[in-house]
């Protein structure tokens, strides 16, 4: 949640400011109008005809997750926890997109199934599937509402309007171009967000570096006399036991967030896989997160940099009274960026808040109708059919998301608890998902079970880790639990989740009866689908467009850039 | 899963519109207007970007990744509606 500091911050927009923001706002509705050509049927409308070249597909991928929470977070991380940070993306996102895009896409894409939902019904049954689907529809819904409160708060605090006008205005703009033009109207904005976030981005990390004297004159800031000296420039110090790390101890790191929390989010989340699902063929589509992987080795000296700048030219930036971690972004864009560029960093800003609940919206609007209401509501429907559901539960979607908004503006709480609920449900599939993809004897209960039992492994450590002591820096327990490193916390509830999902699944498989193989086809390691056309006939690509050139390349300049940041 | 779809519509993937034309065209846009604003900035707005002409960089790396784009959506179009993905 971003909390902003309303004092202050309010940018000085002039009339070419709101220009820049106008002409991008119209763009915004017009691809939704022209991508509405091209929408004749459900398939369409869900996953863009699976017709988009994989350059857009990538650029996707990243995009929907580079909503504005996300950078305003990682900014605020960035002054909080210093280069720390980067295992949020180098540990956290990059090798599990490459294991995506290289291992598991081919059961994804080559099954043909719409959702990954839809994959687990395939694979399991009927329960894990309602599980599954149920959990991720009312989560994306309900974190639709939050990216729009938060987009509300920043709309007030740097231009003074009112947060109401904001949540409409913004919502409105959102449901346009989803409703129109679908996925298609979705994936097209985001990737044009991407550009814009840059550019508005890149050029505060030029001014700002240049304004404290270069990545020297940084270093020697943020070394004397901040709460970060020492320890801001290196990622991996004080990860051994006790540890001394912001972000905890190795074992958290690398097992909780690097292969639990980010394979989870990253391989199994479908607002990310749908990007994928989209592209024109299996090549493309396992290109797709190997592409986005590039721009996400990059994107954290983009937010990190700004967090430290912030650190070094405002004496007790995110400690005193006037300003939290979280404005760090927004600060330096009044203080740097003159009209102009400012409306173009503004207009990221914006754009990356739409593009967040965008994503939200358009995997909810397909999960909903092709994995709840076509196989347990309305069945045996025309095509025609499921595209209007398709758009009635868009329009309906945004709804309720502007009404979880204003909720959230009266009881900000709430939507803390609300995406804790839902960390939950997500720490645990990862599990599922490999030991189904790898072991055809997995029975179908034991899917149902091992997610139930992940998600409540992960309820029971948070609750129990608030009274060991070790999750406190030094070691020292706290009894109003205020000190407590809520992200180590975080890490190692996800390591509970798959352990209890692993152990649970296995063990069930033990003791029920497994799927006869002929319907794994597809789905599983080692049984390939007989309908599936020949991967001999494919176009092959050409050598650059080798999806494990894409992968190992990005794996080694994050094991170069890892070892210069250590 | 290949599921039965008596009287299918076509899909209407291919009228699907070129959106490096949208880039190219809006990153061109905003990359003119701030070469302009660039040129005709105040002392005290350079000043304020730590003596950076900043307007004037971003218009150029704006406009030249817009042209990047215009220039290979021309060189390298869409294939026609309908047609299969020969090279």
């Known amino acids: 949640m971003v909390g902003m500091q309303a004092a202050g911050l309010r940018l000085d927009v002039n009339g070419l400011d709101y220009g820049i923001l106008a002409i991008y706002f119209v763009l915004v509705v017009a691809i939704g109008l022209l991508a509405r050509r091209a929408v004749a049927t459900s398939e369409d409308f869900f996953l863009s005809g699976r017709s988009l070249p994989a350059w857009v597909t990538g650029l996707a991928f990243i995009s929907a997750n580079l909503g504005a929470i996300e950078i305003l977070g990682m900014a605020a991380n960035g002054g909080q926890y210093g280069f720390s940070t980067v295992h949020f993306y180098w540990i956290g996102a990059v090798p599990a997109m490459i294991f995506l895009g ?15 939902p839809e994959y687990l ?71 044009l967000q991407f550009f814009v976030i840059m550019a508005g981005l890149i050029p505060l990390v030029v001014v700002g570096l240049v304004k404290v004297g270069g990545w020297g004159g940084l270093k020697d800031k943020v070394n004397n006399g901040t709460p970060l000296a020492g320890h801001a420039f290196s990622s991996w110090k004080g990860v051994g036991i006790p540890w001394s790390n912001p972000l905890g101890d190795w074992i958290g790191i690398v097992f909780g967030l690097g292969f639990v929390l980010s394979f989870g989010y990253w391989t199994t989340n479908f607002t990310e896989v749908q990007r994928a699902l ?85 995997s909810f609007n397909t999960v909903f109708t ?45 939507m803390n608890y609300i995406q804790l609920l839902f960390s939950y449900f997500n720490a645990p599939l990862f599990a599922t998902f490999i030991i189904a993809m790898y072991w055809k004897r997995t029975s179908p209960w034991a899917g149902f079970w091992g997610l139930a039992s992940g998600t409540a492994a992960a309820a029971v450590m948070h609750f129990t880790g608030y009274n060991i002591s070790y999750f406190y820096p030094g070691g020292h327990y706290d009894a109003s639990h205020k000190t407590i490193n809520a992200q180590m916390l975080n ?16 063990a069930v498989t033990l003791v029920t ?11 599983v390691h080692g049984i390939p689908d007989p309908n599936a056309p020949d991967p001999k006939d494919a176009p092959k690509p050409l050598w650059w467009q080798s999806p494990k050139l894409l992968g190992f390349t990005a794996l080694g300049i994050t094991a170069v850039l890892s070892v210069i940041f250590l | 899963m290949t599921e039965e779809r008596p009287n299918a519509v076509r899909s209407g993937a291919s009228k699907l519109f070129d959106l ?63 047609s299969d993905e020969a090279k």
Do not use: C
């Not at chain 1, 290289?102 to 990954?116: A, D, I, T």
């Not at chain 1, 205005?169 to 989803?178: D, E, G, Q, T």
């Not at chain 1, 592409?291 to 007790?316: D, E, N, R, S």
């Not at chain 2, 302009?36 to 406009?63: E, P």
């Open chain 1, 370 to 414: 092709y994995d709840l209401w076509r196989p347990y509501v309305v069945k045996d429907r025309e095509d025609g059919y499921y595209l209007r559901v398709g758009r009635i539960i868009t329009v309906i979607g945004v709804v309720i998301g502007i009404g979880t908004a204003f909720i959230a503006s009266g009881y900000n709480n709430i």
């Open chain 2, 20 to 82: 490096r034309y949208l880039i190219g065209g809006l990153f061109t846009l905003y990359g003119v207007v701030l070469i302009i604003v660039g040129l005709t900035d105040s002392k005290a707005k350079i000043n304020k970007a730590a003596g950076v002409h900043i307007n004037l960089w971003t218009g150029l790396g704006m406009l030249a990744l817009g042209l990047v784009f215009l220039a290979w959506a021309r060189l390298r179009p869409l294939h026609a509606p309908g």
């Open chain 1, 278 to 362: 989209s592209a024109k063929d299996l090549s493309a589509a396992q290109r797709t997160p190997l592409i986005g992987a590039f721009p996400k080795i990059f994107i954290p000296f983009l937010t990190i940099i700004p967090g430290l700048i912030a650190v070094a030219i405002i004496p007790h930036f995110g400690t005193g009274a006037n300003n939290s971690y979280n404005d760090a972004i927004p600060i330096l864009i009044g203080k740097f960026l003159p009209n102009g560029v400012l409306g173009i960093a503004l207009t990221g800003l914006l754009a990356a808040f739409m593009a967040g609940m965008a994503a939200n919206v358009s």
């Open chain 1, 513 to 523: 009866k497994p799927k006869p193989v002929a319907e794994l086809a597809g789905l």
């Open chain 1, 102 to 116: 290289l291992v598991m896409m081919p059961f994804y894409y080559g099954s043909g199934v719409h959702s990954v």
């Open chain 1, 491 to 506: 890490f190692y509830g996800a390591i509970a989740a798959f352990v209890a999902d692993a152990v649970v699944t296995v």
């Open chain 1, 121 to 191: 019904r395939r694979r399991f049954n009927i329960p894990t599937h309602i599980f599954n689907a149920l959990s991720f529809a009312v989560a994306q819904v309900l974190t639709a509402g939050v990216n729009l409160y938060a987009l509300s708060l920043v709309i007030k605090s740097l231009l003074g309007w009112p947060t109401s006008l904001a949540i409409v205005v913004s919502a409105v703009f959102v449901l346009a171009y989803i409703t129109l033009g679908g996925l298609s109207g979705a994936i097209y904005n985001e990737v």
